[in-house]
């Protein structure tokens, strides 16, 4: 199991990696849902160190310095396939209906929030999508646990350490998990993300969606943002193993953006990833994740020149509908596209409906639901910066870089630690879903079965796509956006479909207040 196998990892990890400092991470991909009993001796006898195995999946990650031992791993008939991951690691970039009846409440502790925090007034986001009135409701139980899988967490920022689980948080980058402070965030990316989702209304600094819920840390993204697949593979059997109700994913998993079924290379691993991501499912783990700042239709790929994004020269390559975005192609992922604060059309005013950031990718069979991820260029703010999404971000460290001058907000009223940051993407607009589905856990949950899910993951979904806001397609874009052409197929963006369910915004805007009273979205 894997939390016996936590404790031998844990210690033996600096031994191995002693003697392994050079070499290359490798997924085993085995073709039955099991780890051999023989592995560990088998990948010591191709030339490997075993690191760790996860026998829910049939998946196990090793190192070796050998030339040959993928090779030599293949030949073992119980193997379906064997992938170096060097080189192979997605980067963070910031980028330049009618509802059905509603289930009745649940029996999990809940409370109302205030949202009286100093920043508050600095968050449009919260108000677009009305968190405030559903804090007057809940702000969130505090039985209900968050993951959020990104660089780690601050586990000292006075908005967010009451709300952290520590015995639930861990270090994935090695692709076993290391418990607790090991997750810390060196990049704040992570700890913004957080903040989103669960800052406290404690009076420091600004309120989260879900204030009241605990959130863990699965750090999977290094100090540089590269999130490599065998961190993601722990990731998500950490949060299933934890029985996690929620998870946020604002990272796309591989170096290559998009996965293609037909490549040999990609296969061991976004079969492993999806493997992963199915068994937190089943685990009653809700998975919410972005769609990408590429501003391209994932629906119809055509190329990917992005691909891979740690190596100085991308590959250029033509792609079809066989290649998906892991994790928010994955079947029952709720994916989710960005809105910045701007209303649609050329006129202040002329619609209700918020703009799809310029940057946000989208696609009719990829969008769930859409949220606030910022916009720097097409906003309603004299300051563009004020544009982007403010959040929580690490005080000190190597993180503090990451976050231009002009970005950086503090409250001075809270004293140290109390930092925050304007950032814009869709990372930004997934933990605000992320959040809501918390809200909608808080709200409807069942305590009795927790190790198979307080809620259902397809019940969580549904009801954030029942309760958004519907947006329409726009009639006309503000001068200037149609420049914004997909960064992969060079395509002008076109939003396809009708207002209850389209290519831009999915089923509409997540709707805090909705939620939490199961109100159908109307608009607005």
Same mark, same amino acid.
């Given at each position: 199991? /894997? ?8 210690? $033996? ?29 088998? =990948? ?5 160190? &075993? ?6 999946? !049939? =998946? ?31 980067? /963070?970039?910031? %980028? ?6 509603? %289930? ?39 039985? =209900? ?45 992570? @700890? ?15 309120? #989260? ?11 999977? !993204? ?14 998500? $059997? ?5 029985? $996690? ?32 991501i199915k068994y937190a499912q089943n ?52 994916? =989710?596209?960005? @809105? ?18 310029? &940057? ?7 969008i769930d639901v859409t949220a606030p !991820? ?5 906003n309603d703010f004299p300051d563009p910066?004020?544009?982007?999404? /403010? ?5 000190? +460290? %190597? ?15 809270? +004293? ?40 259902? %993951? +397809? ?30 197929? #060079? ?34």
């Amino acid at each position: 199991m /894997l939390r016996g196998l936590v404790v031998a990892a844990a210690a $033996m990890l600096s031994l191995a990696f002693a003697s392994t400092a050079s070499a290359d991470s490798f997924v085993v991909l085995y073709k039955g849902n099991a780890v051999p009993a023989s592995a560990s001796a088998d =990948v010591q006898k191709a030339g490997g160190t &075993y690191v760790v195995g996860y026998d829910q999946i !049939g =998946v196990a990650i090793a190192r070796s310095q050998s030339a040959s031992f993928a090779s030599k791993m293949s030949n073992d008939r119980r193997v379906e396939g064997v992938s170096s991951t060097a080189g192979f690691a997605s980067k /963070l970039e910031e %980028p330049s209906a009618e509802s059905a009846e509603g %289930p009745p409440p649940g029996d999990l502790p809940n409370s109302p929030a205030s949202d009286t925090d100093p920043l508050f007034g600095f968050q449009w986001d919260m108000r677009q999508i009305h968190t405030p009135e559903a804090h007057a409701i809940t702000g969130g139980s505090p039985a =209900v646990l968050v993951g959020d899988i990104d660089t780690g967490i601050d586990f000292n920022h006075p908005d967010l350490a009451q709300n952290i689980s520590t015995p639930d948080s861990a270090n994935c980058l090695t692709g076993a998990p290391v418990p607790g402070v090991a997750a810390a965030d060196d990049n704040g990316h992570g @700890t913004h993300t957080a903040g989103t989702i669960a800052a406290a209304a404690n009076g420091v600094g600004i309120v #989260g969606v879900a204030p009241n819920v605990k959130i863990a840390a699965i750090k999977a !993204g290094n100090e540089e943002g590269f999130f490599f697949p065998e961190a993601v593979i722990c990731s998500f $059997m950490w949060a299933g193993s934890h029985h $996690m109700d929620v998870t946020n994913n604002s990272y796309f998993a591989d170096p290559w953006e998009y996965n293609c079924h037909n490549d040999p290379v990609q296969q061991a691993i976004w079969k492993a990833e999806q493997r992963a991501i199915k068994y937190a499912q089943n685990q009653g783990v809700t998975v919410v994740a972005a769609a990408g700042n590429d501003s391209d239709d994932l629906s119809h790929p055509t190329m990917d020149v992005t691909s891979p994004d740690d190596q100085p020269v991308p590959e250029e390559r033509s792609i079809s509908n066989n290649c998906v975005v892991v994790p928010v192609e994955v079947s029952g992922v709720v994916g =989710v596209s960005a @809105t910045g604060s701007r209303t649609q059309g050329t006129d202040a005013g002329q619609y209700e409906d918020n703009l799809k950031s310029f &940057y946000s990718s989208y696609g009719v069979s990829a969008i769930d639901v859409t949220a606030p !991820g910022g916009d720097s260029i097409f906003n309603d703010f004299p300051d563009p910066v004020e544009g982007r999404v /403010l959040s929580t971000w690490p005080s000190s +460290g %190597p993180a503090v870089a990451q976050c231009l001058p002009a970005r950086r907000r503090d409250d001075p009223t809270s +004293g140290p630690g109390a930092t925050y940051c304007y950032q814009q993407g869709t990372s930004m607009a997934s933990p605000h879903v992320a959040g809501v589905a918390a809200l909608i856990v808080s709200r409807y949950g069942d305590a009795s079965n927790p190790q198979n899910g307080k809620m259902r %993951p +397809g019940q969580v979904s549904a009801l954030l796509s029942q309760t958004a806001d519907p947006q329409a397609c726009p009639e006309e874009l503000p001068e200037g956006y149609e420049e914004f052409t997909g960064e992969n197929s #060079g395509a002008v963006q076109e939003c396809q479909g009708g207002p209850g369910h389209n290519s831009w915004y999915g089923n509409g805007q997540a709707d805090a207040f909705n939620a939490v009273t199961h109100t159908s979205g109307s608009g607005g």
